[in-house]
């Protein structure tokens, strides 16, 4: 486990206290952990990917008998008995996008002012609206196939809800932002909630393409270009576990 020191000085006395590196908890998959997963590679913050295993079972199905057990023993108790989990020397915060905000915090990826502030966390609220929309589409009847998953899937991608839902989005963004950027002129955490949407959220690249295009969300598309671009995603992207989601 990685480790760090603190030192305190009490009544001219220095006091070595060790701390761990944050643990983040989740399954061995992207999901709901992915996003902070990245933030903490956009913000150079060391931390424990912890993974329970996901086991496909004959004739269909997952089987998370480590997450059971562990749930069993209240582990999860802060997120009322789901993950994400973030643990911070024993403090355990509950919540994808409570943990995404602490990361984005701790990382300088909030914006210049409390203004900034705000309208970091504007933008990354109306991006999981639209996360939520497909959420909902993409687990239809659960995670296999339907006639009504398929016809709703073309809707959203083909029949342009996308689309809709980014030219939303691009209108939400503040005029005073500069280019690839969507508030100020570093990047933010809005930017990787961006570039999580466009680059890292749906299943055919192409579809989504085609939506931006159809969208013509260009300060959409050009956050999403100059995050690919950063080493940090680029690295992650290439190293990351080959997951099923």
């Known amino acids: 486990m990685m480790m760090s020191?603190?030192?305190l000085f009490l009544a001219g006395l220095s006091v070595v206290v060790a701390t761990t590196s944050p643990k983040l908890i989740y399954f061995d998959a992207r999901g709901a952990a992915e996003l902070s997963r990245v933030l903490f590679k956009v913000g150079d913050l060391e931390f424990e990917d912890f993974r329970y295993p996901i086991v496909t079972k004959e004739g269909g199905g997952f089987e998370t008998s480590e997450f059971s057990a562990a749930k069993s023993k209240n582990e999860f108790a802060a997120n009322m008995d789901r993950v994400p989990l973030l643990e911070i020397n024993g403090q355990k915060i509950g919540q994808s996008k409570a943990i995404e905000r602490y990361i984005a915090n701790k990382c300088g990826l909030m914006?210049?002012?409390?203004?900034?502030?705000?309208?970091?966390?504007?933008?990354?609220e109306n991006v999981r609206d639209i996360k939520d929309k497909w959420g909902k589409i993409r687990m239809m009847g659960g995670f296999g196939n339907s006639p009504e998953?398929?016809?709703?899937?073309?809707?959203?991608?083909?029949?342009?809800?996308?689309?809709e839902w980014l030219v939303k989005l691009e209108k939400s963004l503040p005029n005073s932002s500069s280019e690839g950027f969507a508030v100020g002129s570093k990047t933010s955490y809005a930017d990787?909630?961006?570039?999580?949407?466009l680059r890292d959220t749906f299943p055919d690249a192409t579809v989504v393409s085609e939506a931006e295009k159809k969208a013509k969300c260009q300060k959409l598309t050009k956050i999403a270009t100059r995050l690919s671009d950063l080493p940090a995603i680029k690295n992650w992207i290439k190293s990351r576990p080959k997951t099923v989601f």
Request: aromatic share 8%; glycine share 8%.
């Open 5 to 7: 020191t603190i030192v």
């Open 111 to 124: 914006g210049a002012d409390d203004v900034d502030r705000a309208i970091v966390d504007c933008i990354t």
């Open 149 to 163: 998953k398929e016809a709703a899937m073309s809707k959203w991608f083909n029949g342009g809800e996308l689309s």
């Open 192 to 197: 990787v909630s961006i570039w999580h949407l």
